[in-house]
């Protein structure tokens, strides 16, 4: 993974709303491309918009997003073999969310079609048919389980990070887990890569949604806001790159992410946090092709029986091969 980044070539963001990808591309790429042309660099997997694989021909844009066509093939968007379930029981189901898939499709996207939304299945979409598909095995049948199994969400974890999540099946199940987090009962443990170093420490502030440039941040002002916790630990230094553990106390939407921007040190392959608002992005030399963050320790409470329920892994695959060339080449 190191040295294989691909580069992009073209960067363009959308000034009007409702164009569709293909006119996009046909707008602004030079030398003025066929339809077919701009088809086959959406379907070479060579578009992101806002840093997200875009390979539907009916992607809509919207003012302000930001289109890039890369010099070469991105990785293809993660499918059912890459989710790895961990448990199931009739209560709750824990699972490891490959990086670049999202984990719950959005409410305006549910009417798609089912070949649609096969181009980039969500996580809540792949669980049920593994669900179904080891039912049918288990009970020898040829086919998959008419009545799709029933997934309510708990938590998140961003689509550019992987590891473990966990879903309730039903709404009680549900409100009981989501009770252990709000009350800190939960562990949440993260691994993450940064370039440089960071002291051992808790960062604690104040989120809003935007801080000034449409990005969520944190303010000075702790009259608004939720609060956020993280508490950070270094596991090992790489060369030029320092290895963590992040222990969530909070969970707000990207808050590991948005902590070590601030601190000025922000995850390697994060395309979105840069760096602390109002000064110059950090740049990224990692030339990783994913974001280094991976949710690897996850404990709570069985909704029902009460029994403490932990779940560990490890640096998926991908990440794994990455870390040992990096330590190979610090020597």
């Known amino acids: ?16 709303d409702k164009q569709m990808v293909l006119a996009a591309l046909r707008q602004y790429l030079p030398d003025d491309p066929s339809w077919s042309a701009v088809k086959k660099v959406l379907r070479a997997r060579r578009v992101t918009i806002g840093g997200v694989l875009c390979v539907d021909e009916g992607r809509q844009l919207s003012k302000g997003e930001v289109l890039t066509v890369f010099d070469h093939p991105l990785p293809p968007p993660p499918t059912d073999k890459d989710v790895k379930i961990r448990h199931v029981d009739a209560e709750l189901v824990v ?7 999202v984990t719950l499709r959005r409410k305006p996207d ?3 079609s089912w070949a649609r939304k096969n181009l980039q299945p969500t996580l809540d979409e ?7 598909k080891h039912a049918a095995e288990k009970n020898e049948s040829k086919h998959t389980l008419r009545k799709i199994p029933r997934l309510l969400p708990v938590h998140r974890i961003d689509r550019d990070s992987s590891g473990l999540l966990v879903f309730a099946r039903n709404k009680e199940s549900q409100t009981k887990i989501i009770h252990q987090f709000a009350q800190h009962n939960a562990v949440r443990k993260y691994f993450t890569l940064i370039p440089g170093s960071i002291e051992d420490q808790t960062v604690e502030s104040q989120f809003i949604r935007d801080r000034g ?12 806001g939720e609060r956020a916790v993280t508490h950070f630990r270094t596991l090992r230094k790489i060369g030029a790159y320092s290895e963590l553990e992040c222990r969530l106390e909070t969970g707000r939407t990207n808050q590991i992410r948005i902590h070590l921007a601030e601190l000025g040190h922000p995850i390697c392959g994060d395309i979105k946090y840069r760096g602390p608002f109002g000064k110059p992005q950090v740049a990224d030399d990692s030339k990783i092709r994913r974001m280094a963050l991976h949710a690897a320790d996850l404990c ?24 040992d060339r990096l330590e190979l080449l610090s020597k």
């Open 1 to 16: 993974m190191i040295g294989q980044s691909m580069q992009p070539i073209h960067s363009f963001t959308i000034t009007e």
């Open 126 to 132: 792949c669980v049920p048919r593994l669900i179904g």
């Open 213 to 224: 440039d449409g990005l969520r941040g944190s303010t000075a002002d702790t009259t608004i």
């Open 300 to 323: 709570f409470k069985h909704p029902t029986t009460g029994k403490l329920m932990r779940f560990q892994t490890s640096w998926p695959n991908d990440m794994q091969r990455y870390l």
């Open 95 to 101: 699972v490891e969310k490959p990086t670049g898939m």
């Open 110 to 112: 549910l009417t798609w």
